[in-house]
């Protein structure tokens, strides 16, 4: 009953019924309006879109989706965040070719056409850059969500599992990696361990119902459930199975993690439970006391999210969020909670678990632990304060 | 080991490993490609796409789903199907209102900041059009997938329970009724039982991620799992609480079923359990013999898909397909069986089985019961004949 009071006090907001209001639709919906179309686009009023650092070379760079926008569990294939390391490549699906040699019994040169007969499997995943919320390692952290936690988004993947085709190519005993070779003009490149290679990676050409967005590597891409963005090789069109990893620029002057004893650690592919408030946010404004609702997005790359706890008072106290069904494994969660502003200031935090029972950090543990200069990996909680007057700002800034 | 070996022939076809192939990519991806982008589209070499018939009045219209070409469960939100009765209107989000009165004690007006603010869920749900299949109770059956069975997409669907909004408003005892509206130019009006509008309907304002597509409904709709799609009224402007249905146009008129002996059934919502096969299906052709992935997808208004069988000799015998975790109740389910094709005619079918123990008839049994006016609510089975030259045609031609 008490919920149910505090929502009718919402409600009252809007309710102001007058005779004329029945009329409600304006004098340009009268007409008849727009006609069925073959491939359409959002609305004109929509104007959500992923955010770019300025650069003289936005074709090897970073863009940020959007989460103060999102809804549900699922990322527009439109907004899905990128980061590109030489421009998107411009490739013929019918004349790609994706490349298995190396170490095998049986090479292979397989056409789009070719892995389209194969058995696949359709996966909703979520995908993060190794190097996502990288800000906030520093004492400069990002204003908003987008820019803080942005390079995360979750899509429905299809593809045929690597391990089918790897079988199909006749793995030789003494061989451990595979190298991965993107078809872009870096030819980025990342070494994949066997066992992975063998588990749960896909050759994807599906997202979202329809081939892959450019952006996302079609016609063909890795998609390595679990593990940092960047070893999902994109305009994937070689795969080398070796006994060893190749070392690459990827994988060594960069996604390596900087530990405060001069150490790099490499190789760190898991990406770990990780939550933040999407709403409210910082840049947001409350428009004055009474309900909202809370909300945001949570995953691991371990598996499901168990828990989702929220703090409105800085980390002194802390209240379960409600986690929307179903929860898919290494996939956005959505999560929510009614919440009554009482209009006094507020520090609001989110903090996941997963189902390995791994917690997530506070920022502050995880700098106790791994310094200033990580680069990469940073997964720890978000902080977001709301000010008497509706704003909310970065509390971390 | 038997699919082993069929696996083997298949990939034959692409395993001619030459010492020039490795240089696969084209010289148009030694450049650095494309930028970044703050909202981006599809592939130019992707031409998937809705059909629509020729008419001189496309404000008032179909469109179908290219389902031969999707992948996994989602439906891209530029893809889902569209039926709309007077076009997609222009509306302003910043504009629009939804006003909840009748039969109430508190009638309300609600803009789209007022709904945002209250307790929302997500789901996936699949919304097909009455009309879906339509032709296939006719003499003249569709030739291709997308023409016959493509008013049926699947979204990520975001929005409010209207049984909060409605206790809100507070429904008197002796309401038994909802009459939703449309901001649509001819105002397109359903009457929803006061059970249903209390059961699981959303007032729904995203759809896969981002808010509703023009097409959808933008910025609102209704959303009645399981119910035909003329009931989920778009552009929603208006809800009023009866203790009658108002007979409207578009359930009297239309979204009528005709029965053999000359009377028609009125408000028959349930959409009923259906499956299809998207691959192989009418208009495609098959590449030779060998190992293919036969595919489709299967769907019930009434909860979860249970099974799905596959026939490949025109009903004698049946095979159990794969059906793609997780099933979600009143959502697509993507089902797959490898087959190996002999280069024999064969005719291919599939039949679904939901949680509630029903099973898709037959286009003849239905027919038997239901007779050929009926119009709409076809849920019968779907036949493709493959040749020996490998053109695939609708078999009920």
């Given at each position: 009953?008490?919920?149910?009071?505090?929502?009718r006090?919402?409600?009252?907001?809007?309710?102001?019924?007058?005779?004329?209001?029945?009329?409600?639709?304006?004098?340009?919906?009268?007409?008849?309006?727009?006609?069925?179309?073959?491939?359409?686009?959002?609305?004109?009023?929509?104007?959500?879109?992923?955010?770019?650092?300025?650069?003289?070379?936005?074709?090897?760079?970073?863009?940020?989706?959007?989460?103060?926008?999102?809804?549900?569990?699922?990322?527009p294939?439109?907004?899905?965040?990128?980061?590109?390391h030489?421009g998107?490549?411009?490739?013929?699906?019918?004349?790609?070719?994706?490349?298995?040699?190396?170490?095998?019994?049986?090479?292979?040169?397989?056409?789009?056409?070719?892995?389209?007969?194969?058995?696949?499997?359709?996966?909703?995943?979520?995908?993060e850059?190794?190097?996502?919320?990288?800000?906030?390692?520093?004492?400069?952290?990002?204003?908003?969500?987008?820019?803080?936690?942005?390079?995360?988004?979750?899509?429905?993947?299809?593809?045929?599992?690597?391990?089918?085709?790897?079988?199909?190519?006749?793995?030789r005993?003494?061989?451990?990696?595979?190298?991965?070779?993107?078809?872009?003009?870096?030819?980025?490149?990342?070494?994949?361990?066997?066992a992975k290679?063998?588990?749960?990676?896909?050759?994807?050409?599906?997202?979202?119902?329809?081939?892959?967005?450019?952006?996302?590597?079609?016609?063909l891409?890795?998609?390595?459930?679990g593990?940092?963005?960047?070893?999902?090789?994109?305009?994937?069109?070689?795969?080398?199975?070796?006994?060893?990893?190749?070392?690459?620029?990827?994988?060594?002057?960069?996604?390596?993690?900087?530990?405060?004893?001069?150490?790099?650690?490499?190789?760190t592919?898991?990406?770990e439970?990780?939550s933040?408030?999407?709403?409210?946010?910082?840049?947001?404004?409350?428009?004055?006391?009474?309900?909202?609702?809370?909300?945001?997005?949570?995953?691991?790359?371990?598996?499901?999210?168990?828990?989702?706890?929220?703090?409105?008072?800085?980390?002194?106290?802390?209240?379960?969020?409600?986690?929307?069904?179903?929860?898919l494994?290494?996939?956005?969660?959505?999560?929510r909670l009614?919440?009554?502003?009482?209009?006094?200031?507020?520090?609001?935090?989110?903090?996941?678990?997963?189902?390995?029972?791994?917690?997530?950090p506070?920022?502050?543990?995880?700098?106790?632990?791994?310094?200033?200069?990580?680069?990469?990996?940073?997964?720890?909680?978000?902080?977001?304060?709301?000010?008497?007057?509706?704003?909310?700002?970065?509390?971390?800034?």
């Amino acid at each position: 009953m008490k919920e149910r009071s505090s929502r009718r006090r919402l409600l009252r907001l809007g309710a102001a019924l007058g005779s004329g209001v029945l009329a409600a639709a304006g004098e340009e919906t009268k007409r008849p309006g727009a006609s069925l179309g073959p491939y359409t686009d959002r609305s004109p009023f929509e104007k959500s879109a992923r955010w770019t650092r300025e650069s003289k070379t936005p074709e090897a760079g970073s863009s940020f989706t959007p989460l103060q926008d999102s809804t549900g569990i699922m990322t527009p294939s439109a907004l899905h965040y990128e980061r590109h390391h030489a421009g998107i490549p411009p490739i013929d699906p019918a004349k790609h070719r994706l490349v298995i040699h190396g170490m095998v019994e049986r090479p292979l040169v397989l056409t789009m056409a070719d892995l389209k007969r194969l058995p696949s499997v359709s996966r909703i995943l979520v995908l993060e850059c190794g190097g996502n919320s990288g800000s906030e390692w520093g004492m400069k952290t990002a204003p908003d969500v987008q820019r803080s936690y942005g390079m995360a988004s979750c899509s429905e993947w299809t593809g045929v599992p690597l391990s089918l085709v790897l079988a199909e190519a006749g793995v030789r005993p003494e061989a451990s990696w595979v190298i991965a070779e993107g078809a872009d003009a870096c030819r980025m490149q990342r070494s994949i361990p066997m066992a992975k290679a063998l588990d749960n990676v896909l050759l994807a050409y599906g997202q979202n119902g329809e081939a892959l967005r450019p952006a996302q590597g079609y016609p063909l891409r890795l998609l390595i459930p679990g593990w940092e963005g960047n070893t999902n090789v994109k305009w994937l069109q070689e795969l080398k199975v070796t006994h060893q990893p190749h070392m690459t620029r990827d994988e060594t002057s960069k996604y390596t993690d900087l530990m405060p004893d001069g150490k790099a650690r490499m190789f760190t592919y898991q990406m770990e439970a990780k939550s933040v408030v999407t709403f409210p946010s910082g840049g947001q404004s409350l428009a004055g006391q009474g309900m909202y609702e809370l909300t945001g997005l949570a995953w691991s790359g371990r598996g499901r999210i168990e828990r989702v706890e929220i703090t409105f008072d800085g980390g002194k106290s802390w209240v379960d969020a409600q986690l929307q069904e179903p929860r898919l494994p290494i996939a956005f969660t959505r999560f929510r909670l009614p919440w009554k502003w009482d209009g006094r200031e507020a520090m609001i935090c989110s903090r996941a678990t997963d189902e390995s029972g791994y917690v997530q950090p506070s920022r502050e543990a995880l700098i106790d632990v791994r310094g200033r200069n990580s680069g990469f990996h940073f997964n720890g909680t978000k902080m977001w304060r709301v000010f008497a007057d509706g704003r909310v700002t970065n509390a971390e800034a």
